[in-house]
Protein backbone atom coordinates (compact mmCIF):
# COMPACT_ATOMS: atom_id res chain seq x y z
CA UNK A 1 0.00 0.00 0.00
CA UNK A 2 1.18 3.52 -0.62
CA UNK A 3 0.49 6.27 1.32
CA UNK A 4 0.31 10.01 0.68
CA UNK A 5 0.47 12.76 2.98
CA UNK A 6 -2.11 15.14 3.48
CA UNK A 7 -1.48 18.66 3.59
CA UNK A 8 -0.47 19.10 6.98
CA UNK A 9 2.00 17.66 9.57
CA UNK A 10 -0.19 14.72 9.74
CA UNK A 11 -2.87 12.65 8.05
CA UNK A 12 -2.16 10.29 5.09
CA UNK A 13 -4.22 9.04 2.42
CA UNK A 14 -4.27 5.75 0.21
CA UNK A 15 -6.18 4.35 -2.53
CA UNK A 16 -4.72 1.17 -2.43
CA UNK A 17 -7.33 -0.80 -0.27
CA UNK A 18 -10.63 -2.22 -0.80
CA UNK A 19 -11.92 -2.47 2.80
CA UNK A 20 -15.21 -4.47 1.55
CA UNK A 21 -13.41 -7.26 1.14
CA UNK A 22 -11.53 -9.10 4.22
CA UNK A 23 -8.23 -7.95 4.72
CA UNK A 24 -5.64 -10.23 5.73
CA UNK A 25 -3.87 -10.17 9.15
CA UNK A 26 -0.55 -8.69 7.36
CA UNK A 27 -2.22 -5.97 5.26
CA UNK A 28 -4.31 -5.00 8.22
CA UNK A 29 -1.47 -4.53 11.15
CA UNK A 30 0.06 -2.40 7.89
CA UNK A 31 -2.89 -0.28 7.47
CA UNK A 32 -3.42 -0.12 11.74
CA UNK A 33 0.56 1.43 11.90
CA UNK A 34 0.16 3.50 9.79
CA UNK A 35 -3.15 5.01 11.43
CA UNK A 36 -1.05 5.19 14.65
CA UNK A 37 1.47 7.01 13.05
CA UNK A 38 -0.54 9.32 11.03
CA UNK A 39 -3.48 9.86 13.13
CA UNK A 40 -5.49 10.44 10.50
CA UNK A 41 -6.05 8.01 7.87
CA UNK A 42 -8.10 8.79 4.37
CA UNK A 43 -9.14 5.32 2.43
CA UNK A 44 -10.66 6.57 -1.18
CA UNK A 45 -13.08 4.95 -3.17
CA UNK A 46 -14.97 2.56 -0.89
CA UNK A 47 -18.39 1.58 -1.48
CA UNK A 48 -19.77 -0.28 1.57
CA UNK A 49 -22.85 -2.15 3.01
CA UNK A 50 -23.36 -1.47 6.90
CA UNK A 51 -22.42 -5.53 7.83
CA UNK A 52 -18.92 -5.13 5.22
CA UNK A 53 -18.23 -1.43 7.19
CA UNK A 54 -19.01 -2.89 10.54
CA UNK A 55 -16.64 -5.59 9.82
CA UNK A 56 -13.61 -3.59 9.31
CA UNK A 57 -14.41 -1.02 11.99
CA UNK A 58 -13.89 -4.07 14.18
CA UNK A 59 -10.66 -4.94 13.44
CA UNK A 60 -9.29 -1.51 15.29
CA UNK A 61 -11.42 -2.53 18.52
CA UNK A 62 -15.22 -3.00 19.62
CA UNK A 63 -17.29 -0.57 18.41
CA UNK A 64 -19.59 1.41 21.52
CA UNK A 65 -23.08 2.75 19.66
CA UNK A 66 -23.65 6.55 20.40
CA UNK A 67 -26.09 7.38 22.87
CA UNK A 68 -28.07 9.21 20.67
CA UNK A 69 -30.10 5.91 19.23
CA UNK A 70 -32.82 7.71 17.70
CA UNK A 71 -30.23 7.66 14.44
CA UNK A 72 -28.50 4.58 14.55
CA UNK A 73 -28.45 2.63 11.69
CA UNK A 74 -31.58 0.59 10.51
CA UNK A 75 -29.21 -2.72 10.08
CA UNK A 76 -26.72 -2.18 12.79
CA UNK A 77 -26.63 0.08 15.49
CA UNK A 78 -22.51 0.92 15.56
CA UNK A 79 -23.37 3.07 12.86
CA UNK A 80 -24.98 6.54 13.88
CA UNK A 81 -25.92 8.45 10.48
CA UNK A 82 -25.46 11.77 10.50
CA UNK A 83 -27.79 13.55 7.63
CA UNK A 84 -29.17 16.74 7.21
CA UNK A 85 -31.81 14.53 4.97
CA UNK A 86 -35.68 13.85 6.20
CA UNK A 87 -38.52 12.60 4.98
CA UNK A 88 -41.70 13.43 5.44
CA UNK A 89 -40.77 15.93 7.89
CA UNK A 90 -38.53 13.81 9.66
CA UNK A 91 -35.34 13.84 10.11
CA UNK A 92 -33.10 10.84 8.69
CA UNK A 93 -30.33 11.23 10.57
CA UNK A 94 -28.05 13.63 13.56
CA UNK A 95 -27.45 17.07 11.48
CA UNK A 96 -24.68 19.54 12.58
CA UNK A 97 -23.07 17.12 15.27
CA UNK A 98 -19.64 18.23 16.60
CA UNK A 99 -19.28 21.24 15.43
CA UNK A 100 -16.36 22.74 17.81
CA UNK A 101 -13.48 20.96 18.89
CA UNK A 102 -13.78 17.80 21.20
CA UNK A 103 -12.80 14.34 21.52
CA UNK A 104 -15.17 11.53 21.04
CA UNK A 105 -16.66 10.14 23.83
CA UNK A 106 -14.02 11.95 26.55
CA UNK A 107 -17.10 11.86 28.94
CA UNK A 108 -17.17 8.37 28.77
CA UNK A 109 -15.01 6.20 31.14
CA UNK A 110 -13.74 4.06 28.33
CA UNK A 111 -13.35 6.71 25.37
CA UNK A 112 -12.84 6.56 21.69
CA UNK A 113 -9.62 5.02 19.90
CA UNK A 114 -10.94 6.01 17.04
CA UNK A 115 -13.87 7.27 15.09
CA UNK A 116 -14.33 6.81 11.31
CA UNK A 117 -17.16 8.41 8.39
CA UNK A 118 -17.88 6.90 5.49
CA UNK A 119 -19.27 10.12 3.04
CA UNK A 120 -21.90 8.98 1.36
CA UNK A 121 -22.96 12.37 -0.09
CA UNK A 122 -20.85 15.45 -0.04
CA UNK A 123 -22.52 19.18 0.08
CA UNK A 124 -21.32 21.39 -3.16
CA UNK A 125 -19.95 23.41 -0.31
CA UNK A 126 -18.08 23.09 2.41
CA UNK A 127 -18.33 20.34 5.48
CA UNK A 128 -14.82 19.71 6.25
CA UNK A 129 -13.78 18.09 9.70
CA UNK A 130 -10.86 20.27 11.42
CA UNK A 131 -8.06 18.24 13.23
CA UNK A 132 -6.24 19.75 15.51
CA UNK A 133 -3.06 17.78 16.34
CA UNK A 134 -2.59 17.33 20.50
CA UNK A 135 0.61 15.48 20.16
CA UNK A 136 2.07 18.59 18.66
CA UNK A 137 0.14 21.17 20.88
CA UNK A 138 1.71 19.32 23.96
CA UNK A 139 4.92 19.64 22.47
CA UNK A 140 4.88 23.38 21.98
CA UNK A 141 3.69 24.33 25.54
CA UNK A 142 6.81 26.20 27.84
CA UNK A 143 8.09 23.77 29.82
CA UNK A 144 6.44 25.88 32.81
CA UNK A 145 3.35 24.90 31.68
CA UNK A 146 4.03 21.33 31.28
CA UNK A 147 5.25 21.07 34.85
CA UNK A 148 1.89 23.10 35.67
CA UNK A 149 -0.69 20.63 34.14
CA UNK A 150 1.78 17.15 34.45
CA UNK A 151 -0.54 15.78 37.65
CA UNK A 152 -3.78 17.82 36.92
CA UNK A 153 -7.04 15.48 35.92
CA UNK A 154 -10.15 16.95 34.18
CA UNK A 155 -13.70 16.24 34.82
CA UNK A 156 -15.65 15.63 31.95
CA UNK A 157 -19.39 15.44 31.02
CA UNK A 158 -21.51 15.49 28.19
CA UNK A 159 -21.55 18.67 25.90
CA UNK A 160 -19.54 21.53 24.70
CA UNK A 161 -18.42 23.84 28.02
CA UNK A 162 -18.40 26.58 25.55
CA UNK A 163 -22.14 26.77 24.94
CA UNK A 164 -25.23 26.46 26.97
CA UNK A 165 -27.76 26.92 25.07
CA UNK A 166 -28.51 23.33 23.81
CA UNK A 167 -30.23 24.15 20.81
CA UNK A 168 -27.94 25.83 19.42
CA UNK A 169 -25.91 24.71 16.01
CA UNK A 170 -22.64 24.28 17.77
CA UNK A 171 -24.08 22.73 21.47
CA UNK A 172 -23.47 19.23 21.60
CA UNK A 173 -26.19 17.21 20.11
CA UNK A 174 -29.49 17.27 22.82
CA UNK A 175 -30.19 14.28 24.86
CA UNK A 176 -33.41 13.39 26.27
CA UNK A 177 -33.80 12.94 30.22
CA UNK A 178 -33.29 9.36 29.75
CA UNK A 179 -30.22 9.49 27.50
CA UNK A 180 -28.93 12.14 29.86
CA UNK A 181 -29.51 9.63 33.06
CA UNK A 182 -26.89 7.65 31.43
CA UNK A 183 -24.33 9.88 31.53
CA UNK A 184 -21.85 10.45 34.80
CA UNK A 185 -19.01 12.78 35.25
CA UNK A 186 -15.68 11.16 34.30
CA UNK A 187 -12.14 11.96 34.98
CA UNK A 188 -9.37 11.74 32.38
CA UNK A 189 -5.59 13.32 32.47
CA UNK A 190 -5.24 16.52 30.60
CA UNK A 191 -1.58 15.26 29.85
CA UNK A 192 -2.42 11.68 28.40
CA UNK A 193 0.06 9.23 27.35
CA UNK A 194 -1.44 7.69 24.10
CA UNK A 195 -2.69 4.42 25.22
CA UNK A 196 -1.09 2.68 21.87
CA UNK A 197 2.67 5.23 21.57
CA UNK A 198 3.03 6.40 24.52
CA UNK A 199 3.27 9.61 23.73
CA UNK A 200 1.76 12.65 25.58
CA UNK A 201 -0.74 14.75 24.15
CA UNK A 202 -2.86 17.24 25.55
CA UNK A 203 -6.52 15.34 26.14
CA UNK A 204 -10.23 16.89 25.49
CA UNK A 205 -8.73 20.37 27.07
CA UNK A 206 -12.20 21.47 24.80
CA UNK A 207 -15.36 20.27 24.82
CA UNK A 208 -16.70 17.92 27.53
CA UNK A 209 -13.90 19.03 29.92
CA UNK A 210 -15.91 21.23 32.69
CA UNK A 211 -13.29 21.81 35.44
CA UNK A 212 -10.48 20.11 37.11
CA UNK A 213 -10.18 18.36 40.09
CA UNK A 214 -9.17 20.12 43.66
CA UNK A 215 -9.21 23.52 41.49
CA UNK A 216 -11.54 26.31 41.97
CA UNK A 217 -14.28 26.75 38.89
CA UNK A 218 -13.34 30.29 37.66
CA UNK A 219 -9.28 29.33 37.75
CA UNK A 220 -10.05 25.84 36.30
CA UNK A 221 -11.87 27.22 33.19
CA UNK A 222 -9.30 29.81 32.38
CA UNK A 223 -6.71 27.29 32.51
CA UNK A 224 -8.30 24.80 30.02
CA UNK A 225 -9.65 27.69 28.20
CA UNK A 226 -5.88 29.08 27.77
CA UNK A 227 -4.66 25.07 26.47
CA UNK A 228 -8.05 25.11 24.15
CA UNK A 229 -6.68 28.15 22.56
CA UNK A 230 -3.42 27.06 22.57
CA UNK A 231 -4.26 24.10 21.06
CA UNK A 232 -6.40 24.64 18.27
CA UNK A 233 -3.98 27.68 16.42
CA UNK A 234 -3.88 27.06 13.07
CA UNK A 235 -0.15 25.77 13.00
CA UNK A 236 -2.00 22.72 14.94
CA UNK A 237 -4.84 22.06 12.54
CA UNK A 238 -5.69 20.37 9.33
CA UNK A 239 -9.05 20.85 7.41
CA UNK A 240 -9.95 17.86 5.58
CA UNK A 241 -12.70 17.78 2.71
CA UNK A 242 -14.71 15.08 2.17
CA UNK A 243 -14.88 13.26 -1.43
CA UNK A 244 -17.46 10.51 -1.78
CA UNK A 245 -16.93 7.41 -1.11
CA UNK A 246 -13.92 8.39 1.63
CA UNK A 247 -13.48 6.22 4.64
CA UNK A 248 -11.81 8.68 6.95
CA UNK A 249 -10.52 7.25 10.79
CA UNK A 250 -8.94 9.52 13.00
CA UNK A 251 -7.57 8.94 16.54
CA UNK A 252 -9.21 10.32 19.02
CA UNK A 253 -6.17 9.99 21.78
CA UNK A 254 -4.44 12.32 19.97
CA UNK A 255 -6.44 14.89 17.85
CA UNK A 256 -9.12 17.06 18.63
CA UNK A 257 -11.67 17.50 16.20
CA UNK A 258 -14.39 19.81 15.04
CA UNK A 259 -17.30 19.63 12.63
CA UNK A 260 -18.17 22.68 10.38
CA UNK A 261 -21.53 23.70 9.77
CA UNK A 262 -23.08 23.54 6.62
CA UNK A 263 -26.08 25.03 4.63
CA UNK A 264 -29.11 22.90 5.93
CA UNK A 265 -30.30 22.70 2.41
CA UNK A 266 -27.30 21.43 1.03
CA UNK A 267 -27.46 17.53 1.35
CA UNK A 268 -24.98 15.76 2.99
CA UNK A 269 -24.98 12.16 4.58
CA UNK A 270 -21.70 10.40 6.06
CA UNK A 271 -21.96 7.05 8.31
CA UNK A 272 -20.36 7.33 11.66
CA UNK A 273 -18.58 4.34 13.86
CA UNK A 274 -17.00 5.15 17.31
CA UNK A 275 -14.43 2.74 18.34
CA UNK A 276 -13.70 1.86 22.03
CA UNK A 277 -10.41 2.04 23.45
CA UNK A 278 -9.34 -1.11 25.27
CA UNK A 279 -9.58 -1.00 28.73
CA UNK A 280 -6.08 0.17 30.39
CA UNK A 281 -4.42 1.17 33.43
CA UNK A 282 -5.12 4.90 32.79
CA UNK A 283 -8.69 3.63 33.87
CA UNK A 284 -7.35 3.83 37.35
CA UNK A 285 -7.98 7.43 37.30
CA UNK A 286 -11.38 7.78 35.88
CA UNK A 287 -13.26 8.42 39.13
CA UNK A 288 -16.28 10.22 39.36
CA UNK A 289 -15.42 13.53 40.93
CA UNK A 290 -18.50 13.62 43.50
CA UNK A 291 -18.09 17.53 44.53
CA UNK A 292 -18.70 18.49 41.02
CA UNK A 293 -22.12 20.43 40.40
CA UNK A 294 -23.49 19.09 36.85
CA UNK A 295 -24.57 22.18 35.02
CA UNK A 296 -27.75 21.80 32.98
CA UNK A 297 -27.29 19.94 29.61
FE1 LIG B 1 -16.91 14.16 17.18
Known amino acids: MKFKPLSSGFGVETSDVDISRPLGDDAFAELEREFFQAQLLVLRGQSLTAAQYVAFARRFGPPEPHVIDQFHHPEDSDILILSNRSKNGQPLGLADAGSYFHTDYSYLQVPARATMLCSLEVPRVGGNTLFADQYAA ?80 NEALALLDELAAHATQPKYLHSYPYLPDDVVIWDNASLLHSATLTDPDDPRTLWRITIKEPSTKLDALEVLAPTFASPAM
Not at 153 to 160: K, L, P, R, S, T
Open 138 to 217: YDGLPDAMKRRIAPLVAIHHYGNRKVADEMSRTAASPLTDEQKAKMPLITHPIVRPHPVTGRKALYAVSGSSYGIVGMAE
